[in-house]
Nanobody, 123 residues
Framework: QVQLVESGGGLVQAGGSLRLACSASGRTFSSYTMGWFRQAPGKEREFVGAISWSGGTTYNADSVKGRFTISRDNAKNTVYLQMTSLKPEDTAVYYC????????????????WGQGTQVTVSS
């Protein structure tokens, strides 16, 4: 079991940057694959990206490639989402997720979810 708490959301102008952080409880954080999803009002939840337990492999949705970067610090039990060149369409609640190592696709099968943090990008 792992508990996830996101932080760093807020209001930013288009073209700006934000860094989200997700702190995880538990002693086995370094064994989890971590990820981020987002959900905009009236839209389905969308996969943003994921990072392997070691940080050596990352995955990004096409909609954020080249703009968002996922990283992790296993010593701090924290995963980050650095967001740059933000667009109004990036406005959403962003959720941190975790799963045990799995052969599933990186955008699937996450049993652990944080409560989310709001990101609003103004035009």
């Amino acid at each position: 079991q792992v508990q996830l708490v996101e932080s760093g959301g807020g209001l930013v102008q288009a073209g700006g940057s934000l860094r989200l952080a997700c702190s995880a409880s538990g002693r086995t954080f370094s064994s989890y694959t971590m990820g981020w999803f987002r959900q905009a009002p009236g839209k389905e939840r969308e996969f943003v990206g994921a990072i392997s337990w070691s940080g050596g492999t990352t995955y990004n949705a096409d909609s954020v490639k080249g703009r968002f970067t996922i990283s992790r610090d296993n010593a701090k039990n924290t995963v980050y989402l650095q967001m740059t060149s933000l667009k109004p369409e990036d406005t959403a609640v962003y959720y941190c997720v975790a799963r045990y190592p799995s052969s599933a696709e990186p955008n699937r099968s996450y049993p652990f979810w944080g409560q989310g943090t709001q990101v609003t990008v103004s035009s």
